[in-house]
Antibody, heavy 120, light 111 residues
Framework: EVQLVQSGAEVKKPGESLKISCKGS????????IGWVRQMPGKGLEWMGI????????RYSPSFQGQVTISADKSISTAYLQWSSLKASDTAMYYC?????????????WGQGTLVTVSS | QSALTQPASVSGSPGQSITISCTGT?????????VSWYQQHPGKAPKLMIY???KRPSGVSNRFSGSKSGNTASLTISGLQAEDEADYYC???????????FGGGTQLTVL
């Protein structure tokens, strides 16, 4: 069974750094892209970027380029999303997704989400 | 302002059919047959319902169907059931620079 299990909720202050994780299981982690999707409170979905764990090829949405960093450690089947300096506007639910890219374009499995709250 | 335009809300009675539209441009929906649809119940992660415009993943009811005409994609749900009440989002590939664009979401109410 394919599963994406994300790290738990975080409460941070503006200016702090943060790295959240997404561990894949039940499939070949290095053979599928992993993406990140943001959902701000009461709002819709936004595509942030993707990484191919097999070779760490990474692509970003222009809206998120330079704002976050996506990485992966294929030895432990885990992808990451990180911020170096959080802002209140980063408060949102973040989902990791298994991202079909070269063979179609859709997100067939979703993590349970990680709620990030940034508040002074 | 979302890149793809969806109606904010639609409603229907049990057993009826409804259609949710998703309007983009010639740079996204109109250029690629790569529209997907997601269902999201309150407090839950989204779930893939339709991909590549009209394909259903294994396990998704055949009451859900997708289509496209020009720059507009559509999701049709037939035989509405109470469990279909949720938010629905469309998504389209938009080229190698932008990648993916989502619609703003449509809240479906089953009366």
């Amino acid at each position: 069974e394919v599963q994406l299990v994300q790290s738990g909720a975080e409460v941070k202050k503006p200016g702090e750094s943060l790295k959240i994780s997404c561990k894949g299981s039940g499939y070949s982690f290095t053979s599928y892209w992993i993406g990140w999707v943001r959902q701000m409170p009461g709002k819709g979905l936004e595509w942030m970027g993707i990484i191919y764990p097999g070779d760490s090829d990474t692509r970003y949405s222009p809206s998120f380029q330079g704002q976050v960093t996506i990485s992966a450690d294929k030895s432990i089947s885990t992808a990451y999303l990180q911020w170096s300096s959080l802002k209140a506007s980063d408060t949102a639910m973040y989902y990791c997704v298994r991202h079909l890219f070269t063979d179609g374009y859709y997100f067939d499995y979703w993590g349970q989400g990680t709620l990030v709250t940034v508040s002074s | 302002q979302s890149a793809l335009t969806q109606p904010a809300s639609v409603s229907g009675s049990p057993g009826q059919s409804i259609t949710i539209s998703c309007t983009g441009t010639s740079s996204d929906v109109g250029s690629y047959n790569l529209v997907s649809w997601y269902q999201q119940h309150p407090g839950k992660a989204p779930k893939l319902m339709i991909y590549e415009g009209s394909k259903r993943p294994s396990g998704v009811s055949n009451r859900f169907s997708g289509s496209k005409s020009g720059n507009t994609a559509s999701l049709t749900i037939s035989g509405l059931q109470a469990e279909d009440e949720a938010d629905y989002y469309c998504c389209s590939y938009a080229g190698s620079s932008t990648h993916a664009v989502f619609g703003g979401g449509t809240q479906l109410t089953v009366l």
